[in-house]
């Protein structure tokens, strides 16, 4: 089955190699009236968390003195920053993604918009980069998603569609299940630097597994756990498509685990998430049993470690206990589960 993943997606990467890419599809739609301000939440897509975990800051604050505001204060805001490339060729995705604001439509950024207490400011970018790449520039605390980046996906979401006959939704579909893992895993490597949180292992397994963990617990509230569990699939994927099967020494060498590596490790996290609902993912081959058996402990170390590691840098207005938020992330995918047509990847 593997071999058959890799291969499929091994000849999807050949074929958008070199084809003109074209945003015609995600343009389009992509165009809002300019309405929408700074910050503004722009659509029920947008959920902030902040808002909705409002009610389990416990009580009033009681003060002594009347000048004490009860406002606690809030977390650091992020900024966003659409930067006009000066590549011709580039200047259609770079008016698309400013018209659509598309930073401030990725529900999990939005939700940790303001939650967190940052020794500075953080700023997401896009901007051209001229390499496909995504990165963290802690010297100037930015992330950027390179405009070569989301052509890419582009193409390579097309390339998919038409392969398999998935409609004329689905590349707009992988491309921002992708933009979202993969700048969830630079705000990791952010949230590294700035807080200074200890990180034994590899920091790349550890940023990954961050950005699987926010996509699952704050992936916004109309947006099924199953469809948050295809957008991760849709990022797994993109780990098979970027390898080359073949090796050298630089590659065993890396920061990074080998593509097939990442992708195994985040099948653990989806299936370990609901063992049950996502049992498809053992039966049908993509992860090995072995593994998978001990997913579901792993998913439990993997969400208690990232929650106790940011839980003291969470805002005082926003402050809550493990328990709390335990009982918070429970709450929020119930309501999320609601609206599912099935309850399971079958
Ligand atoms: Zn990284």
Request: charged share 25%; aromatic share 8%; net charge negative.
């Amino acid at each position: 089955m593997l071999q058959k993943i890799i291969i499929a997606v091994l000849s999807l990467a050949l074929a958008a190699v070199g084809g003109a890419f074209a945003f015609s599809l995600w343009a389009p739609k992509a165009v809002q009236p300019a309405a929408v301000a700074p910050g503004a939440a722009a659509s029920r897509f947008l959920a902030p968390v902040a808002a909705s975990l409002a009610p389990l800051t416990a009580g009033p604050i009681v003060s002594k003195s009347a000048v004490v505001s009860a406002e606690k204060p809030g977390g650091t805001a992020f900024a966003y920053e659409y930067v006009p490339p000066k590549n011709a060729s580039l200047q259609d995705t770079f008016a698309t993604v400013r018209d659509r604001d598309l930073l401030r439509k990725l529900p999990e950024i939005q939700s940790i918009d303001g939650l967190l207490t940052l020794p500075a400011p953080l700023r997401f970018l896009t901007a051209e980069c001229k390499s496909v790449d995504a990165f963290y520039e802690p010297e100037r605390r930015e992330i950027v998603l390179c405009y070569e980046t989301l052509e890419m996906l582009y193409a390579q979401g097309e390339a998919t569609a038409a392969a398999s006959e998935l409609g004329k939704d689905f590349p707009e579909q992988y491309v921002l299940a992708n933009v979202r893992f993969i700048l969830l895993h630079e705000t990791g490597h952010a949230l590294v630097d700035l807080l200074e949180l200890p990180i034994t292992g590899r920091e790349e397994d550890a940023v990954d597994q961050l950005a699987t963990v926010l996509m699952q617990k704050f992936a916004s509230v109309d947006e099924t756990p199953t469809q948050t569990a295809e957008n991760l699939r849709m990022a797994a994927n993109w780990f098979l498509q970027r390898s080359k099967g073949q090796y050298n020494l630089d590659a065993y060498a890396d920061e990074h685990a080998l593509g097939e590596q990442r992708y195994f490790n985040l099948q653990c996290l989806i299936y370990g998430h609901d063992p049950v609902g996502f049992v498809s993912i053992v039966s049908d081959g993509d992860l090995p049993e072995a593994r998978a058996a001990r997913c579901p402990a792993e998913v439990e170390r993997v969400e208690r470690s990232w929650l106790r590691l940011l839980l003291p840098h969470i805002a005082p207005k926003f402050q809550m206990t493990e328990q709390q938020a335990q009982r918070y992330f429970e709450q929020r995918e119930r309501e999320r589960s609601k609206g599912a047509e099935a309850p399971y990847v079958r």
